[in-house]
């Protein structure tokens, strides 16, 4: 049974792991897309930057929606809503500068960001199997079962079968928050992405070209 419940532990981490690691991707791709997007000819510049924050605003709301739910829905739908609107401004701009390396830049830097928001829903959804849950609450059940009536066969203080459902009840407890990452009290971190709003509030460091 401790392999077991190690196992789905290994699987819930793992998982938890790659969620925060796509946050910092996340917010890495659009803040390199929100930086080149200020080397652009207006008026796309402004109308991008702009776009570019409520796109950062879509990306945070993502970290508090349940995965599955309706308001995922929404905010996925709201950031593709975005997500075409740049990428029509970015075709806008190669094709008044076909020949220039600021628009095409910009364009790679958008291709990433799009390409994150993906990876990023996806291990949202991507959970424990229910099959191993389940195989972790049954185990575990039956395990403290035969243990108890162990100790009680043999006439044993009760000690160590509450240390033993303890332990087991707290692994199960870490296993599920862990594969819940917007329930719970462990959550993916939402830092990066913050510190990249609050960073768009000042005023653009590359000026109108």
Same mark, same amino acid.
């Given at each position: /049974?401790? =392999?077991?419940?190690?196992?789905? /532990?290994?699987?819930?981490?793992?998982?938890?792991?790659? $969620? $925060?690691?796509?946050?910092v991707d996340d917010a890495?791709?659009?803040?390199?897309?929100?930086? $080149?997007?200020?080397?652009?000819?207006?008026?796309?510049?402004? #109308?991008? +930057?702009?776009? =570019?924050?409520?796109?950062?605003?879509?990306?945070?709301?993502l970290t508090v929606e349940?995965?599955? #739910?309706?308001?995922?829905?929404?905010? &996925?739908?709201?950031?593709?809503?975005?997500? $075409?609107?740049?990428?029509? +401004?970015?075709?806008?701009?190669?094709?008044?500068?076909?020949?220039?390396?600021?628009?095409?830049?910009?364009?790679? #830097?958008?291709?990433?960001? &799009?390409?994150?928001?993906?990876?990023?829903?996806?291990?949202?959804?991507?959970?424990?199997?229910?099959?191993?849950?389940?195989?972790? &609450?049954?185990?575990?059940? +039956?395990? /403290?079962?035969? =243990?108890?009536?162990?100790?009680?066969?043999?006439?044993?203080?009760?000690?160590?079968?509450?240390?033993?459902?303890?332990?087991?009840? /707290?692994?199960?407890?870490?296993?599920?928050?862990?594969?819940?990452?917007?329930?719970?009290?462990?959550? &993916?971190?939402?830092?990066?992405? =913050?510190?990249?709003?609050? #960073?768009?509030?000042?005023?653009?460091?590359?000026?109108?070209?």
């Amino acid at each position: /049974m401790g =392999l077991v419940l190690a196992f789905a /532990m290994t699987l819930a981490v793992g998982r938890h792991e790659a $969620r $925060r690691a796509a946050v910092v991707d996340d917010a890495n791709t659009i803040g390199t897309a929100y930086l $080149r997007a200020q080397t652009l000819a207006e008026p796309v510049r402004s #109308s991008s +930057l702009a776009l =570019l924050v409520d796109y950062t605003d879509v990306e945070l709301r993502l970290t508090v929606e349940e995965p599955g #739910s309706a308001g995922e829905d929404r905010t &996925i739908a709201d950031g593709a809503d975005l997500q $075409r609107q740049l990428w029509g +401004l970015a075709a806008q701009a190669v094709r008044e500068q076909p020949t220039a390396t600021a628009p095409r830049l910009y364009e790679e #830097s958008l291709n990433d960001m &799009i390409d994150e928001q993906t990876v990023r829903t996806a291990g949202l959804g991507n959970r424990v199997p229910t099959e191993v849950l389940l195989l972790e &609450i049954l185990g575990s059940a +039956l395990a /403290m079962f035969l =243990l108890g009536l162990h100790v009680g066969l043999l006439g044993r203080g009760f000690v160590p079968i509450l240390l033993s459902a303890g332990l087991v009840t /707290m692994l199960l407890f870490v296993t599920f928050d862990l594969d819940r990452p917007t329930r719970g009290l462990i959550k &993916i971190p939402d830092g990066p992405l =913050l510190a990249l709003r609050e #960073s768009m509030d000042a005023p653009p460091a590359a000026g109108p070209g």
